[in-house]
């Protein structure tokens, strides 16, 4: 099993830059990809991002690219989500997922390919 924590979320102004972390522990498979997601009150679950194991690829779809950053340490098994310029609609719980991979290459970017997850961090964006 692989346990996900996440932290870094709170309360915060508009336009202001918050960096989330989330950490691995447990039997991490060899190679694993992180991601990132969002659900805000009665939305569905939003994709943010994922990393690859070997740090050569990432993806952030075109809602949250510019404003969001994702990137790893290995060597702390903790995955990072960077959001600037943050506004209302960025209030959510946030989550961080793990899948194992065959390749270190590859990324995931459906959630149903995550079978890990953590239990989430509340972000507030107030004005």
């Known amino acids: 099993q692989v346990q996900l924590v996440e932290s870094g979320g709170g309360t915060v102004q508009n336009g202001t830059t918050l960096r989330l972390s989330c950490t691995a522990s447990?039997?991490?498979?060899?190679?694993?990809?992180m991601g990132w997601f969002r659900q805000a009150p009665g939305k569905e679950r939003e994709f943010l991002g994922t990393?690859?194991?070997?740090?050569?690829?990432?993806y952030l779809p075109q809602s949250v690219r510019g404003r969001f950053a994702i990137s790893r340490d290995d060597t702390k098994n903790t995955v990072y989500l960077q959001m600037s310029n943050l506004n209302s609609k960025d209030t959510a719980v946030y989550y961080c997922a793990a899948t194992g991979l065959a390749q270190p290459d590859t990324i995931v970017v459906v959630g149903s390919g995550y079978p890990y997850w953590g239990q989430g961090t509340q972000v507030t964006v107030s004005s």
């Open positions: 447990g039997q991490t498979p060899t190679y694993y990809a």
């Open positions: 990393i690859n194991w070997s740090r050569t690829s990432t």
